[in-house]
């Protein structure tokens, strides 16, 4: 932030007693540092003038998302009421439409395409891994070892979304995939993928350049992002035939709804669950 050091430092002790994620609390510094450096001063300094003017810029200039400048107001009204002590009634009065979008999906064939046009093993299982068991992106690269329970059958995922746990069944050729990524890059670390120095887990920025390359080279929507895996994850199992509450559970939401959200393509038969991931993520 500008000129704030130490109001940054106050600001993140505050998310920290409020039980603030690490991605939340970087949301939220990212945000008033955007105001600071819109208005050209220290955050303390602006009046409802000034954050008006910042919101009208994201809306009607920037164009930003109503989901992002949404969390950029609870970002600034963290920063006011917590750090500072200070009400802004102008935030109030902020409120961006909600669009309900429907996520980007790929067939399965289209998966198939674009993980093969990634030439290194070592990140195409991550990307096959991600979408054979419907992770986050953040999820994948800090998968440790002992996570995979490969006797049941099953992944652990560790802190996910919301600080939520959950198990998800691991495809049996994704645990083919898994034994041979270990074979080769033996000795083991506590994370399944690493980093190239071999000292941190994989970087996001990393996996996401490499599979923007690949969409790029194999034809596919080439709006498709890593995040789009987990969003063809749960479009394909629905129209296979998975129940929505399983697969709520399998992708760690806390509503249904979100996850009725990809209904929009078939209304689903009844099946047998697992039979029918590992018949969808045989051939990877």
Same mark, same amino acid.
């Given at each position: 932030?500008?000129?704030?050091?130490?109001?940054?430092?106050?600001?993140?002790?505050?998310?920290?007693?409020?039980?603030?994620?690490?991605?939340?609390?970087?949301?939220?510094?990212?945000?008033?540092?955007?105001?600071?450096?819109?208005?050209?001063?220290?955050?303390?300094?602006?009046?409802?003038?000034?954050?008006?003017?910042?919101?009208?810029?994201?809306?009607?200039?920037?164009? *930003? @998302?109503?989901?992002? =400048?949404?969390?950029?107001?609870?970002? #600034? !009204?963290?920063?006011?009421? $917590? /750090?500072?002590?200070?009400?802004?009634p102008i935030?109030?009065?902020?409120?961006?439409?909600?669009?309900?979008?429907?996520?980007?999906? *790929? @067939?399965?064939?289209? =998966?198939?395409?674009?993980?093969?046009? #990634? !030439?290194?093993?070592?990140? $195409? /299982?991550?990307?096959?891994?991600?979408?054979?068991?419907?992770?986050?992106?953040?999820?994948?690269?800090?998968?440790?070892?002992?996570?995979?329970?490969?006797?049941?059958?099953?992944?652990?995922?560790?802190?996910?979304?919301?600080?939520?746990? $959950?198990?998800?069944?691991?495809?049996?050729?994704?645990?083919?995939?898994?034994?041979?990524?270990?074979?080769?890059?033996?000795?083991?670390?506590?994370?399944?993928?690493?980093?190239?120095?071999?000292?941190?887990?994989?970087?996001?920025?990393?996996?996401?350049?490499?599979?923007?390359?690949?969409?790029?080279?194999?034809?596919?929507?080439?709006?498709?992002?890593?995040h789009t895996?987990?969003?063809?994850?749960?479009?394909?199992?629905?129209?296979?035939?998975?129940?929505?509450?399983?697969?709520q559970k399998?992708?760690?939401?806390?509503?249904?709804?979100?996850?009725?959200?990809?209904?929009?393509?078939?209304?689903?038969?009844?099946?047998?669950?697992?039979?029918?991931?590992?018949?969808?993520?045989?051939?990877?």
């Open positions: 932030m500008t000129a704030m050091h130490p109001l940054r430092e106050r600001m993140i002790e505050d998310m920290q007693l409020a039980g603030l994620r690490p991605n939340t609390q970087e949301s939220y510094a990212g945000a008033v540092r955007l105001l600071a450096r819109h208005c050209g001063r220290s955050p303390e300094r602006l009046g409802e003038e000034d954050v008006r003017a910042f919101f009208l810029h994201e809306i009607n200039v920037r164009k *930003l @998302a109503p989901s992002t =400048v949404r969390t950029h107001i609870y970002g #600034v !009204r963290f920063f006011y009421e $917590r /750090t500072l002590g200070r009400e802004l935030l109030d009065l902020v409120r961006p439409a909600k669009r309900r979008k429907l996520p980007l999906a *790929l @067939a399965h064939d289209e =998966v198939k395409r674009a993980l093969w046009s #990634v !030439r290194k093993a070592h990140f $195409r /299982t991550a990307l096959a891994t991600i979408y054979s068991c419907g992770l986050r992106l953040g999820e994948v690269c800090t998968l440790q070892v002992g996570h995979v329970q490969s006797a049941l059958g099953q992944l652990r995922v560790a802190d996910g979304k919301g600080g939520i746990d $959950r198990l998800v069944p691991l495809p049996g050729r994704t645990l083919e995939l898994l034994r041979e990524h270990y074979r080769l890059t033996w000795p083991p670390l506590p994370w399944v993928f690493a980093d190239k120095a071999r000292t941190d887990h994989l970087v996001r920025a990393t996996l996401q350049r490499v599979f923007k390359a690949a969409v790029r080279e194999s034809g596919v929507n080439p709006a498709a992002s890593v895996l987990r969003h063809s994850y749960a479009t394909n199992l629905v129209v296979a035939g998975i129940p929505l509450p399983v697969l399998w992708l760690g939401h806390r509503s249904l709804q979100t996850t009725a959200v990809y209904t929009h393509l078939a209304d689903p038969p009844p099946c047998n669950c697992l039979a029918l991931v590992n018949e969808l993520l045989a051939d990877l």
